[in-house]
């Protein structure tokens, strides 16, 4: 039996309410879209992802890592590896990327499936993260949103088996971006749901069940994309769903469209709330259908201790204005001034690659003290390098030792607030903070480690390690 | 065996250009300014220096970076072919080429040097400090790390640790800033000539919470610089000349923010350099053998914490023992910054550490510009010199006095 041995999902703390874009342009909506902080991607949203995925797993044993996003932050370059680095993977794993198609998540499950059926790998993780900048006052930019689920696929422990599926492939072409597009494109709303998302789902539902001699009746809850709430809504009524009963909300109101990450999170959001026995109907859209029948196992249950969908969208801060928005986006241009200078150097990034990626610190085995970064003598009681153990540290807690918040520093959104916190179990860090609420800091309180992006220097997003509040 | 270097060495001449955005006033132009009044105060002549200490942090290569050396000074003042060291310790830098010069001194190596520090900040198009370098902890360490953001975090923990709210600790740096201003609105030669009041500074516009605009020093062009030669040569140059007590010099292990026991509220290597020249000097009680000390406040938390860390007060207690005391103004029993300090003197990065020199020079002299400041009776001083970010410092603790 193949299927989801664990999951996680993530979604940004901050959001923008729809009140706010009709301020901006008019008109109205209801509800609010989670917005990645400018410092998150694909990439960083995919590691917050993972690490929710991976919690009390060891990550030895995981052997393949497969990325899934319409957002890669580098077209050329891969994604899975700096992700990989980031979880603090074994090295002699596969890594690939699954781009280009909002699909590309549950393809990219069907490739690990695979993999764990054959037997060329024990455990895969199948990440999808998307974060997809939509066009000032466009009809996406209402409706698109960030967010990033996980799922760790197995044979053994597995908690939701993926029992059946079915695979549609189309050339049909309704929403894309060529090389050079910041933003999507599209075509008239009636030809993109009328001829491709309507008959494309429901062939993909209706040849899935008759193939499993099986009916909408059989499933406790339909996890599915559709573009927009009210084509979801039609989809249900469509295949014959109970709207009250049986279908997981899509999350329109409080979290927006995310993509390739979509239907992954809301599965998510169906699994944190499943009972073993419960049967899960799940689609995907995007240059053609899948569906798939979900049968939820026993130890469901021992999962439901993590942020996932729930807790993440329950923790969370509002954009105050539209502005901050579209910088966030990275949807407008500033003035450049002779302060925004910033290097990098690829050689430096690779030579400290074990801390500034994978967060390792070092434990000193003559007196025992955990510092951070890796160190060529203890800081503590200078011994040599010989006595000094890396440890991973990226999953510890800690409280706000000090920190301050320099106005002036030429960062996306001042102020830069440096902090210095304290590890559980040992180890300070000095970092930058984010995902921070400027008026309620306060020396002791909780926080946690985050990767994020830290500058793009010289034409290269440079990923480490930073502090932030801990989320509920 | 290594000897003491106390009174082996002295300085007969001295001098520092007006400190300030010296827009129409470049590099070379302010080498020129303060090189000549030291070498007028001396009595002496350019041709006659045998070895020059040119300390600089960016030199003349604040907007692109590159490499900077002793010909800057050689090309500026056409020397010809005497060594030129160039000399580069972060903020520190005056101390360390003050220090250099000396020692080279005390091994008879030579008889009559000069010192110089300078630096051009105002170049740069921001306010703030020039940001060219590309050092080992690039690209992502401590990357955005300013100075205003580093010390500010020692802010915090020390009203932490002492349980101020912010409105109180803010209100006794406040006063700090106030005295700065104090003095620099009676050195003609000062960056900031304005005096403030606490209420101004605590309402100032923030700069890296909680410091706001007056806990910073200004971002500052100048030189300063200094003859010097053999004590038993002295007397040829001048009779009020000032001889070298001790140097204290301390580079710190520097991984103290990332250090579990490391609080921010005191300097290691403040206290290291303070006890080796304080040694050194034969110095038991700071606070009542020294007349005068300058002291590298960049920021008003940097003055809290150097009182404390070079022994000027006791740990925690910088409110009660100097500020309520009003000890650290000029009539005080423990004058601190009466030039007004790095904070409204000025800061010109190379230049401060030689300059810091220049104020006790005058000082025991009595020859302040400006004589509502003049210290009734300076012997000794100390001055305090230090580079780098709280739990990262090189510190230089140079004390001068009467022979």
């Known amino acids: ?472 | 065996m290594a000897e003491p270097i106390k009174d082996k060495v002295a300085i007969v001449g001295m001098g520092c250009t007006k400190f300030g955005e010296r827009w129409d006033t470049d590099i070379t132009d302010m080498i020129a300014e303060a090189v000549d009044e030291a070498l007028k105060d001396a009595g002496v002549e350019l041709k006659d220096m045998e070895a020059i200490w040119l300390g600089t942090q960016w030199g003349s290569q604040v907007v692109e970076g590159g490499v900077v050396t002793g010909t800057l000074l050689s090309s500026t003042l056409q020397t010809q072919y005497v060594p030129v060291t160039r000399v580069e310790n972060a903020c520190g830098t005056g101390a360390e080429s003050l220090r250099g010069a000396t020692f080279a001194l005390a091994a008879k190596a030579y008889d009559l040097v000069l010192v110089v520090g300078v630096e051009k900040c105002k170049d740069m198009g921001f306010g703030g400090l020039p940001s060219v370098w590309i050092g080992r902890w690039e690209p992502v360490y401590g990357a955005f790390g300013s100075g205003p953001g580093r010390y500010a975090m020692a802010a915090t923990a020390y009203f932490s640790k002492y349980g101020l709210s912010n409105e109180e600790g803010k209100r006794v740096l406040a006063e700090i800033s106030v005295k700065s201003h104090y003095y620099g609105a009676r050195n003609p030669k000062a960056h900031l000539r304005r005096e403030v009041t606490v209420e101004q500074v605590m309402n100032a516009p923030m700069i890296a919470w909680p410091l706001g605009l007056f806990d910073c020093c200004g971002v500052t062009d100048g030189a300063s610089a200094a003859v010097l030669c053999r004590t038993e040569d002295a007397r040829r140059f001048r009779d009020d000349y000032i001889t070298i007590k001790a140097f204290g010099m301390a580079a710190s292990p520097g991984w103290g923010k990332e250090r579990e026991d490391f609080d921010f509220t005191y300097w290691d290597a403040t206290q290291a350099a303070a006890r080796a020249a304080y040694a050194e000097a034969g110095i038991k009680e700071p606070r009542k053998e020294l007349d005068v000390v300058e002291l590298h406040d960049c920021f008003t938390i940097a003055e809290l914490i150097a009182s404390e860390s070079l022994f000027l007060c006791d740990e925690g207690k910088f409110k009660e023992q100097m500020t309520d005391r009003r000890a650290y103004y000029h009539d005080g029993e423990m004058p601190v910054n009466t030039s007004g300090g790095l904070k409204s003197f000025g800061h010109p990065i190379g230049a401060s550490g030689c300059r810091e020199v220049y104020e006790i020079y005058k000082q025991i002299q009595k020859k302040v510009e400006e004589p509502s400041r003049q210290i009734a009776n300076v012997q000794m001083g100390l001055a305090h010199n230090q580079g780098g970010h709280p739990g990262k410092f090189v510190c230089g603790a140079t004390v001068v006095g009467t022979p």
């Not at chain 1, 006052?137 to 949103?145: D, H, I, R, V």
């Not at chain 1, 008026?439 to 830290?454: A, C, D, W, Y």
Request: hydrophobic letters at 40%; aromatic letters at 8%.
């Open chain 1, 1 to 472: 039996m193949a299927g989801i041995v664990s999951y996680g999902a993530y979604i940004p703390i901050y959001r923008l309410s729809r009140a706010i874009l009709g301020q901006v342009w008019g008109g109205g909506g209801k509800g609010e879209k989670a917005i990645a902080n400018w410092d998150e991607d694909s990439i960083t949203m995919a590691v917050e992802a993972g690490m929710d995925c991976l919690q009390g797993i060891e990550k030895r044993s995981v052997d393949a890592l497969y990325f899934a996003s319409t957002t890669p932050p580098f077209k050329e370059k891969q994604s899975a590896s700096i992700i990989a680095a980031g979880l603090d993977l074994r090295e002699d794993i596969i890594a690939a990327d699954f781009c280009s198609s909002l699909r590309s998540g549950t393809i990219a499950l069907r490739a690990a499936l695979d993999a764990v059926k054959a037997g060329s790998a024990r455990q895969v993780l199948v990440i999808a993260s998307d974060c997809r900048p939509p066009a000032p006052n466009s009809a996406f930019e209402p409706l698109f949103g960030d967010g990033a689920a996980a799922f760790l696929v197995g044979t053994e422990g597995v908690v939701a088996e993926i029992a059946a599926s079915y695979y549609l492939t189309s050339e049909f072409i309704d929403i894309w971006r060529l090389e050079c597009d910041l933003l999507p494109r599209t075509w008239e709303e009636r030809f993109v749901l009328d001829e491709g998302y309507e008959p494309h789902m429901k062939k993909a539902f209706n040849a899935l069940l008759k193939a499993n001699n099986a009916t909408v009746k059989d499933f406790a809850k339909a996890a599915f994309y559709a573009p927009t709430a009210r084509s979801h809504g039609a989809m249900a009524r469509a295949i014959g769903l109970d709207a009250k009963t049986q279908v997981q909300d899509p999350l329109f109101d409080s979290l927006g469209n995310t993509g390739a990450a979509f239907a992954p999170m809301i599965l998510v959001a169906a699994l944190e709330e499943a009972k073993p026995g419960d049967q899960i109907l799940l689609g995907n859209y995007g240059d053609g259908a899948d569906a798939h029948i979900v049968k939820v196992a026993p130890g469901i249950e021992k999962l439901k201790d993590r942020r996932g969908i729930k807790r993440h969208l329950e923790s969370k801060v509002m954009l105050e204005n539209y502005g901050k928005y579209l910088k966030f986006k990275n949807l407008i241009q500033f003035e450049e001034t002779p302060m925004t200078r910033t290097r990098t150097s690829l050689p430096a990034m690779w030579r400290d690659r074990n801390w500034q990626y994978r967060c390792h610190g070092h434990k000193c085995n003559n007196c025992g003290k955990t510092q951070y970064p890796l160190q060529k003598r203890c800081m503590y009681c200078q011994a040599e390098a010989t006595f000094l153990e890396e440890v991973p540290l990226s999953d510890r807690k800690g409280v706000l030792f000090t920190y301050s918040m320099d106005e002036r520093a030429a960062v996306v959104d001042p102020p830069n607030v440096l902090a210095a916190v304290n590890l559980e179990g040992g180890g300070r860090i000095f970092s930058q903070m984010t995902d921070r609420d400027v008026n309620n800091l306060r020396v002791g309180m909780p926080m946690e480690l985050t990767f994020r992006k830290i500058h793009d220097a010289l034409g290269v997003h440079n990923y480490s390690w930073k502090c932030r509040p801990a989320r509920a």
